[in-house]
């Protein structure tokens, strides 16, 4: 993300069709340094889900000369470019912050994030302890096909669980693009890739509760000096969507300590409430296609994010894939892998303006976005744009390993403010982040 996110993780973890026209160009921060950070399927009218087989097509990339990418067809301007910056410089490329907490620069500008008070994390990277992590296996239904009635293979959904095996249906010749201002109850189809099996999904069929054999929760304070609280009350399923909403309300923090150098345990409210969901625990999964429809807001002072963390080490050599990130009026597309010095990330990052985008509704529709991963590279998507490549070769910790080459567990959340998030004070709330489904192939 060329930022400072996630870099602290709660106690426990051991370890973004753009508008279409004019053209999409990518400025991609391989190598820079951070001191703080951090498939489509309805129910048809009778109730029985469609799965159609893809067997189509992949975007192209021409490269340009300075690390530019140009990228099919588009959406606007970049956030740096050749080294410049939208919102200010950073001197030489180095550190200006204090602690682990400090501004980011790429290509010695673009600064983000900000400086932690008294030199210590902020981003809540590891705290009081390594994670337990687990190493599940991904969890797959009867038969081979996910969880939740949108996304049944080889037949109906009984009981709001998928039942069958092989894929059963027509074959499509195109991709995969769900973008559009349709909801939750009205998307696509379930397109499965063609020499791929869907391994799991949820599609948020079931009102009520998220479905606790997928979803954990993180609670409190947790990372990046963010303002929420987070809790499993702001997260709901209906109508189709997972609905994870902020709101502007007090909360009490049980843990509060007067006095406390520790912005965990020193605010004694919350103004803030949001949710951040995770399969840690419940699901993970080593390689395949990843595959995400959602509805992000982009006011000021909302970070939605959707992402992967490894089960294996602490933040970040346990490496952190930002596959949809938003904050401070850019949408983000980011990998990081760790350094020789601890709770400091090595970025791979690509972030647009969408201030800039053609598509001046672009907020108010759903998006999909996409991981292609596999031992060889990261191909991160949005609405069937190659917005990112990471070479697992050029991503790896200070002792070789790669972080990449380990199974990754899931999480969906919405923060507010923190050290990138930005100032929400004059942000309507609620505001909703919305997620039609969640889907995981993975290669035959």
């Not at 979803?215 to 997260?235: I, L």
């Not at 992402?307 to 970040?316: F, I, M, N, Q, S």
Request: charged fraction near 15%.
């Amino acid at each position: 993300m060329v930022s400072c996110r996630r870099s602290e993780l709660s106690h426990y973890l051991d370890c973004q069709r753009f508008a279409a026209s004019s053209t999409w160009v990518l400025a991609v921060a391989v190598g820079c340094s951070s001191s703080s950070s951090g498939p489509a399927g309805q129910n048809n009218a009778a109730g029985t889900p469609t799965v159609i087989t893809n067997s189509g097509g992949a975007a192209s990339t021409s490269p340009t000369s300075g690390g530019v990418a140009v990228v099919g067809g588009g959406f606007g301007a970049i956030a740096a470019v050749g080294g410049k910056t939208a919102g200010g410089a950073a001197a030489g490329g180095t550190n200006s912050g204090s602690g682990v907490g400090g501004s980011v620069s790429v290509g010695g500008n673009v600064p983000l994030g900000g400086a932690t008070s008294g030199g210590t994390p902020s981003g809540g990277k590891v705290a009081g302890g390594t994670a337990t992590g687990g190493t599940g296996t991904g969890g797959i239904a009867p038969g081979g096909a996910p969880a939740g009635g949108k996304a049944a293979v080889g037949g109906t959904a009984t009981g709001g669980k998928a039942t069958g095996g092989n894929v059963a249906g027509a074959t499509s010749a195109g991709g995969t693009n769900a973008a559009g201002s349709g909801g939750c109850l009205d998307g696509p189809a379930v397109v499965v890739p063609a020499g791929y099996n869907l391994v799991w999904a949820d599609e948020f069929n079931v009102d009520g509760s998220p479905d606790s054999s997928n979803w954990g929760y993180e609670t409190g304070f947790v990372r990046n000096e963010e303002a929420q609280w987070y809790q499993p009350d702001n997260a709901r399923v209906e109508k189709g969507c997972l609905v994870v909403e902020a709101r502007r309300e007090r909360k009490a923090n049980p843990n509060y300590q007067a006095g406390s150098t520790d912005w965990k345990l020193n605010r004694q409210y919350a103004e803030y409430t949001a949710s951040s969901l995770r399969t840690m625990g419940k699901r993970t999964w080593q390689y395949g296609r990843f595959e995400m429809r959602g509805r992000i807001k982009t006011q000021a002072g909302l970070w939605p994010a959707w992402w992967t963390l490894g089960v294996a080490k602490e933040w970040p050599s346990c490496g952190e894939i930002d596959i949809m990130e938003y904050y401070a009026g850019m949408v983000r597309a980011n990998v990081a892998c760790g350094t020789a010095t601890r709770w400091q990330a090595k970025w791979d990052g690509a972030a647009w303006n969408v201030a800039t985008f053609t598509d001046k509704d672009w907020q108010n529709k759903f998006h999909v976005w996409r991981m292609d991963w596999d031992d060889i590279k990261i191909d991160l998507y949005l609405d069937d744009k190659l917005v990112n490549t990471s070479n697992l070769g050029d991503m790896l910790n200070s002792d070789g390993s790669s972080p990449f080459k380990q199974a990754h567990y899931v999480l969906l959340n919405l923060a507010i403010g923190g050290v990138n998030g930005g100032d929400p004070s004059n942000t309507a709330f609620p505001s909703l982040y919305e997620v039609d489904y969640v889907r995981v192939f993975q290669k035959q």
